[in-house]
């Protein structure tokens, strides 16, 4: 078992939940690959059994990395918490505000962002080889 959950100590509403994996990684862009999806592999059955157990309709998965963030425990965890109409959290609770962005922007970021993804997240082949195709028998 790589990752455990268990409840927030002082919840955002009742049931609030921490997955978190064993290992330690500071924030999620050090977490390999291989336990970031161990940790989302229980998120919708811990999701599920909190909406079930606290008789809520949704739940929030809510991950912050680093203290600009409001990152406050410097160990990768996801908070699941579930959520109901009307709840304390209702409404704009994370205070998001849009901002416009020109195309040819948007363009310029996605190619400097793309040049420091791995390339596997890019689409393309990896760094380590492909086995030689076997030719017909």
């Known amino acids: 078992e790589k990752v455990v959950a268990f409840l927030d100590i002082n919840p955002l509403h009742p049931g609030h939940t921490l997955i978190v994996p064993k290992a330690h990684y500071a924030s999620l862009d050090q977490l390999p690959a291989a336990l970031a999806a161990a940790c989302m592999e229980v998120a919708p059955a811990i999701g599920g059994a909190l909406m079930k157990a606290t008789g809520t309709q949704a739940f929030n998965i809510i991950q912050n990395n680093g203290k600009i963030a409001g990152q406050e425990v410097f160990h990768v965890h996801f908070h699941v918490v579930p959520r109901s109409a009307g709840d304390a959290m209702s409404g704009s ?23 420091f993804l791995p390339a596997t997240t890019q689409g393309t082949p990896s760094a380590q080889p492909s086995p030689p195709s076997q030719p017909p028998a």
Do not use: G, T
């Not at 205070?95 to 948007?106: I, P, T, Y």
């Open 93 to 115: 609770w994370c205070k998001w505000r849009a901002q416009s962005l020109a195309n040819r922007d948007a363009k310029m970021l996605l190619r400097s962002i793309s040049e």
